[in-house]
T-cell receptor, first 115, second 112 residues
Framework: GAVVSQHPSWVICKSGTSVKIECRSLDFQATTMFWYRQFPKQSLMLMATSNEGSKATYEQGVEKDKFLINHASLTLSTLTVTSAHPEDSSFYIC???????????FGDGTRLSIL | DAKTTQPPSMDCAEGRAANLPCNHSTISGNEYVYWYRQIHSQGPQYIIHGLKNNETNEMASLIITEDRKSSTLILPHATLRDTAVYYCTSNAGGTSYGKLTFGQGTILTVHP
């Protein structure tokens, strides 16, 4: 159990467009989901934490108006990169967990390339 | 937030045990230690976690020192597919969401 699905796995789009990434917990209900970003040869950097039905909590330096997070149900969270630019190109990864004491389980990531 | 430190890289021969150390001297009493690994271009894979006691599952064993300032992840019979970046982390205390902070991890290379 504890499967997290992320879609799409990769996307290429033009500068200025908005991109939506979905994160689903397939076999469990996730009270909390997390969004990370990872640049080449670097570690994961937490962008935001979202609880179902609540506004997301963003890490310092992450623009909430640029990275819109919606966690409308216990199995789905979405990250929308608005007006994406080349510097937003990165590997975006989501994770989900049942409770605060349980481990996070990660999706396979979305590779975003902005031309 | 609890901070973890790991060696940047380690090598291991196939079939041998891989012992990956992690220091977490600032961890507090209610913070779990989690281990993940990441193979290139994939999301991290959960391996194991623990609080005080040693833990074992089908993937690995986790040995936590009595003072909880360090731990060791043991892959008992490493295979080539175990080559990955291994992250030791802990859930942040003092916040209700228990976010994880990832360091640079240890690049484990398993040789034939």
């Amino acid at each position: 159990g504890a499967v997290v699905s992320q879609h799409p796995s990769w996307v290429i789009c033009k500068s200025g467009t908005s991109v939506k990434i979905e994160c689903r917990s397939l076999d469990f209900q996730a009270t909390t989901m997390f969004w990370y970003r990872q640049f080449p040869k670097q570690s994961l950097m937490l962008m935001a934490t979202s609880n179902e039905g609540s506004k997301a909590t963003y890490e310092q330096g992450v623009e909430k108006d640029k990275f819109l997070i919606n966690h409308a149900s216990l199995t789905l969270s979405t990250l929308t990169v608005t007006s994406a630019h080349p510097e937003d190109s990165s590997f975006y990864i989501c994770s989900a967990r049942r409770t605060s004491q349980q481990p996070q389980h990660f999706g396979d990531g979305t590779r975003l390339s902005i031309l | 937030d609890a901070k973890t430190t790991q060696p940047p890289s380690m090598d291991c021969a196939e079939g041998r045990a891989a012992n990956l150390p992690c220091n977490h001297s600032t961890i507090s009493g209610n913070e779990y230690v989690y281990w993940y690994r990441q193979i290139h271009s994939q999301g991290p894979q959960y391996i194991i976690h623990g609080l005080k006691n040693n833990e074992t599952n089908e993937m690995a064993s986790l040995i936590i020192t009595e003072d909880r300032k360090s731990s060791t992840l043991i892959l008992p019979h490493a295979t080539l597919r175990d080559t990955a970046v291994y992250y030791c982390t802990s859930n942040a205390g003092g916040t209700s969401y228990g976010k994880l902070t990832f360091g640079q991890g240890t690049i484990l290379t398993v040789h034939p």
